[in-house]
């Protein structure tokens, strides 16, 4: 279905000339977040720096545009990475990326519970 989905969104770019957007799946965030990233962030925590976690608190503190676009502003750090977090731009594909943020955002709304 992901791949009818990107061929379809190919089609209305290349006719259209414009980019269609699709809805991040954070369903199936959760399961990308489990396989990559859960092994640091474990019910939203940070076992390499407790400071930095993925509450909603602290990821309004350091990440840098969250107020501009939280999931745009967690899909750029798991992009690019920073400090002690390695960046994912070449391991995850973009709908990949922008799954995992729903996720995250999704969780960080509800505390982690």
Request: aromatic share 8%; net charge negative.
């Given at each position: 279905?992901?791949?009818?989905?990107?061929?379809?969104?190919?089609?209305?770019?290349?006719?259209?000339?414009?980019?269609?957007?699709?809805?991040?799946?954070?369903?199936?965030?959760?399961?990308?977040?489990?396989?990559?990233?859960?092994?640091c962030h474990m019910g939203g925590g940070n076992v390499v720096n407790a400071e930095r976690t993925l509450k909603?608190?602290?990821?309004?503190?350091?990440?840098?545009?969250?107020?501009?676009?939280?999931?745009?502003?967690?899909?750029?750090?798991?992009?690019?990475?920073?400090?002690?977090?390695?960046?994912?731009?070449?391991?995850?594909?973009?709908?990949?990326?922008?799954?995992?943020?729903?996720?995250?955002?999704?969780?960080?709304?509800?505390?982690?519970?």
């Amino acid at each position: 279905m992901r791949r009818l989905l990107s061929l379809i969104a190919l089609c209305l770019t290349l006719v259209l000339g414009a980019t269609p957007s699709f809805a991040a799946d954070a369903d199936h965030g959760a399961q990308i977040f489990s396989a990559n990233c859960a092994a640091c962030h474990m019910g939203g925590g940070n076992v390499v720096n407790a400071e930095r976690t993925l509450k909603k608190e602290a990821l309004e503190s350091y990440l840098a545009n969250y107020s501009a676009g939280h999931e745009e502003a967690i899909q750029y750090q798991v992009t690019n990475g920073k400090n002690a977090m390695p960046a994912f731009g070449g391991k995850l594909s973009a709908g990949d990326i922008a799954d995992v943020a729903a996720y995250v955002e999704s969780m960080s709304q509800k505390g982690w519970a």
